[in-house]
Structure formats: C-alpha cells, structure tokens
C-alpha cells in the first residue's frame, strides 16, 4: 500500500491557510474511501488508473523528490477540487493555476483558451493553446489514451 502525498492547497473557499495546510489531500473524504465516480476522477486525485496501466511523469518542482520515491497527483497541486491556489511541496512553495472546465475553455491574456486537444497537450507536453510552454512545475505527464481521455472527461465535470 503506497500513501499519498499530503500537501497543503489553499484557496479552497472557507479554508484558512493553517487548517488546508493541515488537512492534507490523503484526508479527503473521497481519497480516503478508495471509491471513485470514475476513472478520471480516480486519476486526478490519486494518479492512479482503474485498469492498472501505469501513469508516469517527467519534470515537475526541481526539488520534488524522485518519481520512484513518492506518488503526486493532479489534485496535489491543482487541488482536491481543481481550483488551484498556493502549493506547498518539501517546504517551497508556488503556485498552480485553476484548472475547471469553465476556466480553462474561458478568456486567457496570452493564449487562446484551451479545448479538449490543447488541454491534453498541457498534460502530456506541458505546452499551452499558444505554443508556449508551460512552467517546469507542471510535470510532463504519460499515460494511455484512454485514461487521458477518461481524465479530460473529469476535468470538464469540475466547476
Ligand atoms: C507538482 C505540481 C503539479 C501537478 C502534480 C500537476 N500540475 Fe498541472 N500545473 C502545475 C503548475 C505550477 C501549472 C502552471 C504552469 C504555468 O503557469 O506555466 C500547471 C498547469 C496546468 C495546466 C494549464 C493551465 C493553464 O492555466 O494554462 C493544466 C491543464 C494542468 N496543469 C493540468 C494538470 C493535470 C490534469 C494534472 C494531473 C495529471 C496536473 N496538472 C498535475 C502544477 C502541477
């Protein structure tokens, strides 16, 4: 049994700094019940696929420790809830932007907002609908097409 990285997101409405920072995201209710709505959902907080095929990543925080060390997930930065906010990983800190579907699809200052082809290419190439890359703190990311298909359909459910 592997456990989750615990890291803190604030922005999380409601949540002060100290009580998100606290409450690590292996402590939602939904992690912890090991049940998922569905395989997107599943990957997304766990990083983990219900088939079993592997989900691997390059990049990501310099300072993260290897790949094989320890398990991230979509929601270790962006949030249980997809809404981003202030990241604390091995005690540096940065920031991961909202990735909701109404969000991504919306207006962006330097880029054309992001559709189903572009957001899987910020996944799995880390390259933005403008061509430009994104920070080395979102990890590169591999996985079959299935389960990023799976994924792209959670992350249009999340508001
Ligand atoms: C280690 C932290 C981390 C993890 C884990 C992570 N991301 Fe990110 N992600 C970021 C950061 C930081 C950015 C902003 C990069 C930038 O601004 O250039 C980002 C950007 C993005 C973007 C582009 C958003 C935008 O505003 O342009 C998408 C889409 C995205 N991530 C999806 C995901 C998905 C899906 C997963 C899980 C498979 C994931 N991320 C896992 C840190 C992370």
């Known amino acids: 049994m592997w456990a989750l990285l615990a890291a803190g ?5 409601g949540c002060g700094a100290s009580s998100s920072q606290r409450m ?3 402590a939602d209710p939904v992690i912890s019940s090991g049940t998922y709505r569905s395989n997107g959902q599943q990957i997304f907080l766990t990083g983990t696929s219900a088939s079993g095929s592997p989900i691997t990543y390059q990049g990501g925080p310099s300072w993260m420790p290897a790949p094989m060390m320890m398990r991230i997930a979509c929601a270790t ?4 809830d997809g809404h981003g906010g202030q990241v ?13 579907w109404p969000v991504l699809t ?3 200052t330097d880029h054309p907002p992001y559709t189903v082809a572009t ?4 996944i799995t190439h880390g390259i933005d ?3 430009n890359p994104l920070d080395p703190e979102m990890p590169r990311w591999s996985m079959s097409a299935s389960d990023l298909n799976d994924l792209v359909a959670y ?3 999340l508001k």
């Open 129 to 131: 609908p403008g061509g």
């Open 9 to 13: 997101v604030t922005g999380a409405a």
């Open 106 to 108: 919306g207006p962006y």
């Open 119 to 122: 957001v899987e290419q910020a």
């Open 24 to 26: 690590g995201f292996a």
């Open 77 to 80: 930065c962006h949030g249980t």
């Open 155 to 157: 992350l249009q459910t």
């Open 88 to 100: 604390f990983l091995f005690a540096q800190s940065f920031v991961a932007p909202d990735i909701t």
